[in-house]
């Protein structure tokens, strides 16, 4: 799963003036399948190339999305058991995670690597579109596909 993010996250999607990755897939689907310590791992391992590859490098995404894996992984596994259609419990880890991610994000982005504010709160919701993109396709995937025998 971590190669496929990196692989992910050298491929872009042009629409209109926005141009988005979907390098949050497999680490948003990992959490969701496997937990918090797996969501994490593949969010640190499969961000290293988008990170690296950007100009200039921004390595603090590395951890960012470490942070959107992990916590995907601990919010659903405490929200799972809701008595609802399946897409809310990932729905609701997600954007905790995303809350979590976020101020970490736009701190590093506009202090660390000198990232107009403006320009920053412009990625965050890039970001923001990219989680949900790759959120709505991991509940075709998790619906559609039996993930669990297919990774364990």
Do not use: W
């Not at 042009?14 to 593949?42: D, K, R, W």
């Amino acid at each position: 799963m971590a190669a496929l993010a990196n692989i992910l996250g050298l491929l872009k999607l042009s629409i209109g003036q926005l141009t988005i990755h979907l390098l949050q897939l497999p680490i948003i689907l990992t959490g969701l399948v496997l937990g918090a310590l797996a969501g994490g791992a593949v969010g640190l391992v499969g961000a290293i190339l988008g990170a690296l590859t950007l100009s200039p490098p921004n390595p603090y995404i590395i951890i960012g999305n470490a942070i959107l894996g992990f916590f995907t992984g601990l919010l659903y596994d405490r929200l799972r058991g809701m008595k609802t259609a399946p897409i809310v419990p990932q729905s609701f880890a997600l954007a905790g995670a995303f809350l979590l991610q976020a101020p970490y994000a736009y701190v590093t982005d506009v202090y660390l690597m000198a990232i107009p504010s403006a320009i920053a709160q412009l990625l965050l919701l890039t970001l923001f579109i990219e989680d949900t993109l790759s959120l709505l396709i991991c509940h075709v995937i998790l619906f559609r596909i039996d993930i669990v025998k297919l990774l364990g």
